[in-house]
């Protein structure tokens, strides 16, 4: 929590200034097979099964100038840099739906994670977005070990967001994030997003995520240089909070876990902002780690190791993934015809304490039916020994025992009677998708749970 909140207040005070420039684009970088030994690939190439949802993914560099801004302003001057973004699209133009989703990549673990992809692409595979990753940050690219340049040398020597080393903070990351939406938006001779710009309507909107950190940076960056640069529609900051100056005029969601209501503030909705927190969700969760895991076993030959000892295990399996989905197209109404998404209530606390009942269970929030007909205990939270659990980013999981089902859940048709009713009951109110509460159903009634 501290190094998240020294980079928020170092980056509050950022501003950009001037039209945003298009790079010139390279690629698509060839490359091999994920997993060959000459790492001539993408790093982090993902492992989902894009051909057989007609997507496609590619790699391409782009070159531009950029400015050094932080603390006050952007100094005076720009600073050449050659980064990359990863796109995974729709192969046909007839496939696309119009909106393409940008991630800026995180780079916690000093390297670029695609979090934001590993919580979306079911339905982007579905509902047709494209998607894009821009590496913005030089640990992603110069740490060692696991930074693009240490982990292909030869695929990824030429990247710098450093001027030649000169620059040793972030200070270039907004220009280079603005100018990949620019070379989406506007392209040059080389198109990153190929074919879909036949579709009838072309490329229709933009659409900026990140997740924790990445999140972080993007607030400042909507509140300064998203003015100044234009090449955003929309905004969703994924697990923070903070502040939406009222001088800027953008579509903004936050998408919050449990975990993150008592680690960052909560901006209370407005006619541009919505502010979502879904109960019994944490920080990070199993379908961010189960989907990150195969990857870096691939690419890096080891599973990360798990975070300190906690009591109960890590990972809570609400699918907060299924509120994010709900969220991008509401944004894309709110963007294409100005209809506002539902408020959804906040989860309740007291000072910074979350109300919880005698069983643990928080009050308010979106209420999945993982969470309202539960076969677990789902926790943004964890406990233990060490401080982390308490405030854990990775919440807890703890399933019932089976003489515990067996009481709760007697017969199988009262249970997924209820399931229905609580997965009905999201997706009327906005907060999941028809495919999702489908989904949620179909998983109750093949469960073995009661009779």
């Known amino acids: 929590m501290t190094r998240l909140a020294i980079l928020w207040f170092v980056l509050g005070g950022v501003v950009a200034q001037g039209a945003t420039v298009t790079p010139v684009v390279e690629g698509p970088i060839p490359s091999v097979a994920a997993g060959d030994p000459s790492r001539n690939y993408p790093w982090a190439a993902t492992d989902v099964d894009l051909a057989g949802a007609g997507f496609v993914e590619e790699e391409f560099f782009f070159t531009g100038e950029a400015r050094h801004?932080?603390?006050?302003?952007?100094?005076?001057?720009?600073?050449?840099?050659?980064?990359?973004?990863?796109?995974?699209?729709?192969?046909?133009?007839?496939?696309?739906?119009?909106?393409?989703?940008?991630?800026?990549?995180?780079?916690?673990?000093?390297?670029?994670?695609?979090?934001?992809?590993?919580?979306?692409?079911?339905?982007?595979?579905?509902a047709g977005y494209?998607?894009?990753?821009?590496?913005?940050?030089?640990?992603?690219?110069?740490?060692?070990?696991?930074?693009?340049?240490?982990?292909?040398?030869?695929?990824?020597?030429?990247?710098?967001?450093?001027?030649?080393?000169?620059?040793?903070?972030?200070?270039?990351a907004f220009d280079v994030f603005s100018q990949a939406g620019a070379a989406l938006r506007s392209p040059g001779a080389v198109d990153p997003l190929g074919p879909l710009r036949k579709r009838k309507r072309g490329v229709e909107r933009l659409i900026a995520t990140g997740h924790s950190q990445s999140a972080i940076l993007l607030t400042p960056y909507i509140n300064t240089a998203h003015a100044d640069a234009g090449v955003y529609d929309g905004f969703i900051l994924h697990s923070t909070g903070g502040r939406i100056s009222p001088d800027v005029d953008t579509r903004t969601f936050h998408l919050r876990a449990e975990s993150d209501v008592r680690l960052f503030p909560r901006h209370d909705d407005d006619d541009r902002v919505r502010t979502w927190e879904v109960a019994g969700t944490s920080h990070f969760d199993w379908r961010q780690e189960s989907g990150r895991t195969g990857v870096l076993v691939r690419d890096l030959g080891f599973v990360p190791p798990p975070p300190q000892p906690c009591d109960l295990p890590y990972w809570t399996r609400v699918p907060f993934h299924h509120v994010f989905a709900a969220a991008v197209d509401h944004l894309v109404e709110w963007i294409a015809k100005s209809t506002p998404p539902p408020h959804a209530e906040p989860i309740a606390v007291t000072g910074t304490t979350i109300v919880r009942d005698a069983a643990g269970h928080v009050s308010g929030g979106i209420r999945l039916a993982d969470y309202e007909v539960p076969t677990a205990d789902n926790s943004g939270g964890n406990r233990g020994m060490a401080a982390f659990c308490a405030d854990s980013l990775i919440g807890s999981y703890a399933p019932y025992?089976?003489?515990?089902?067996?009481?709760?859940?007697?017969?199988?048709r009262a249970y997924v009677k209820r399931v229905r009713s609580v997965a009905k009951a999201n997706q009327r109110d906005g907060f999941i998708v028809r495919a999702d509460a489908t989904a949620t159903i179909r998983a109750a009634r093949v469960s073995d749970i009661g009779d």
């Open 401 to 412: 025992s089976a003489a515990t089902l067996a009481t709760l859940y007697p017969r199988r």
């Open 130 to 172: 494209a998607w894009v990753g821009v590496s913005a940050q030089r640990v992603g690219i110069d740490a060692p070990v696991t930074g693009l340049k240490a982990w292909s040398p030869s695929r990824y020597g030429g990247l710098d967001v450093t001027a030649g080393g000169t620059i040793v903070d972030d200070g270039l």
């Open 69 to 126: 801004c932080l603390g006050t302003g952007c100094l005076e001057g720009t600073h050449p840099y050659r980064s990359r973004m990863i796109v995974r699209r729709p192969a046909a133009a007839r496939r696309f739906n119009g909106t393409v989703i940008v991630e800026w990549l995180n780079v916690t673990d000093q390297r670029d994670g695609d979090y934001d992809w590993l919580m979306l692409s079911d339905h982007i595979l579905r």
